[in-house]
């Protein structure tokens, strides 16, 4: 196992999927104002967005009912996932984030009233960690590819039953402090536009 640090990434931002998490469905037209306002801030936002991934794989000890065991018999606690990982040989346990400057700007337009700005920076930087995770996958798709088996999607704590305090787990065991991402008591990561996750490497359908 070796971790693998990876920095000035491109990732791929879609102002639509911005909108979208600023409350637009499918169809809706777009505001004068917020459409005028995400084709002038863009930019800013894509400059100040900073991605970066740690990622480390791990052969799979055992999967029993209620975890996973993996290698360094490190347990994740989490039926669900259990038993979407039964059958995987492998997981990528990855941490990602986009540093702290877009959240700053975020906070700082609040605090000076700018509160329309504000959210489509918060929903931005939402959407930039997302497409991050993303790059995290295409990764994770190529490696398990080599090893003649495919992946499964992303897995993270506070989503289906895994605890939130597995993210002190994984950012030990990928080193998430080399890309500036910590963890509190709480299991809240810090700069707030981070994310850590859980792949599998299971074998392709026949």
């Known amino acids: 196992m070796s971790v693998s640090i990876i920095e000035n990434i491109a990732i791929e931002v879609v102002k639509r999927r911005v909108l979208t998490r600023c409350g637009y ?3 809706a037209e777009i505001l004068p104002a917020d459409a005028q306002l995400i084709e002038s801030e863009f930019p800013k936002m894509m400059a100040l967005a900073e991605p970066k991934i740690a ?3 791990f052969d799979v000890l055992a999967v029993k009912p209620d975890r996973i065991v993996i290698e360094g018999d490190v347990e994740i606690p989490s039926p669900r996932l259990a ?6 040989r492998r997981v990528s346990l ?5 540093g702290p400057a877009v959240e700053q700007m975020s906070t700082a337009l609040s605090e000076s009233g700018k509160v329309r700005a504000a959210f489509m920076w918060d929903c931005f930087g939402s959407e930039a960690t997302e497409a991050t995770a993303r790059r995290v996958s295409l990764i994770v798709h190529q490696r398990a590819k080599l090893a003649g088996l495919t992946n499964t999607v992303r897995f993270s704590p506070g989503y289906i039953d895994i605890p939130l305090r597995v993210n002190e787990v994984i950012l030990k065991l990928v080193e998430g402090d080399r890309i500036g991402v910590s963890v509190n008591e709480a299991g809240l990561l810090t700069p ?3 994310t850590t996750g859980i792949i599998g490497w299971i074998p392709p359908r026949t």
């Open 94 to 98: 990855y941490a990602v984030t986009i």
């Open 192 to 194: 707030r536009k981070s």
């Open 83 to 88: 038993k979407y990982l039964a059958g995987a």
């Open 25 to 27: 469905g499918k169809n």
């Open 55 to 57: 990622i480390a794989d």
